[in-house]
């Protein structure tokens, strides 16, 4: 049997996003958005509320395609907001379509999002060790990230929701020290 963090859960959705998918270091800029956009509206609500319309939100948002959610329009807000298969709150559907057009902002910039992002960490991913620490919901690197953003003009971006945004994406590799995806994200990282 192996050992997992504690919140990966029993179900089997939330086991294959720990296993496969959290904490693995993505440099797409679609998939960076489709994780920021996730991490957003999971604000308040659990993960697994968010696994489970995961399918829905991509088909919802044209796979979270930026540049076709930067063009939405107030008739597909509309049709978002009467959603039933995502989370239907204004504020959030706004803050990801609002986003979308600020990636294309710092894309002008930093020639993508990933580039960003991963500057903030010169390309290296942060591994901590949540033994010592403590479980962290925002630390330095959150904070200094989140007011970045939001001078930038992104919205729904506080610290605590970009710091599970960088566990996800891989930028703080944050498993449990005895979780069995610690040792092999980072024997990864040195061969």
Excluded at 125 to 132: N, Q
């Amino acid at each position: 049997m192996k050992k997992r963090c504690a919140w990966a859960g029993k179900t089997e959705n939330m086991i294959e996003y720990h296993d496969k998918v959290w904490g693995v270091p993505v440099h797409d800029d679609q998939a960076l958005f489709a994780k920021l956009s996730l991490d957003l509206m999971q604000a308040g609500l659990s993960w697994q509320t968010i696994l489970n319309k995961s399918e829905n939100f991509y088909a919802a948002l044209d796979d979270f395609d930026y540049k076709k959610v930067a063009k939405y329009d107030d008739l597909k807000r509309q049709e978002l907001l009467s959603d039933a298969g995502i989370v239907r709150n204004r504020l959030k559907v706004d803050a990801i379509i609002n986003n979308a057009n600020r990636i294309s902002e710092i894309q002008e910039e930093f020639s993508s999002f990933d580039s960003y992002l991963w500057g903030f960490v010169d390309n290296r991913p942060i591994i901590r060790y949540p033994h010592v620490d403590g479980f962290l919901a925002n630390n330095e690197l959150s904070d200094r990230i989140s007011k970045d953003l939001k001078k930038r003009g992104f919205k729904f971006v506080g610290t605590t929701i970009i710091y599970a945004f960088l566990q996800a994406v891989g930028i703080i590799e944050d498993h449990e020290e005895t979780c069995f995806r610690k040792e092999e994200l980072n024997k990864n990282k040195n061969d």
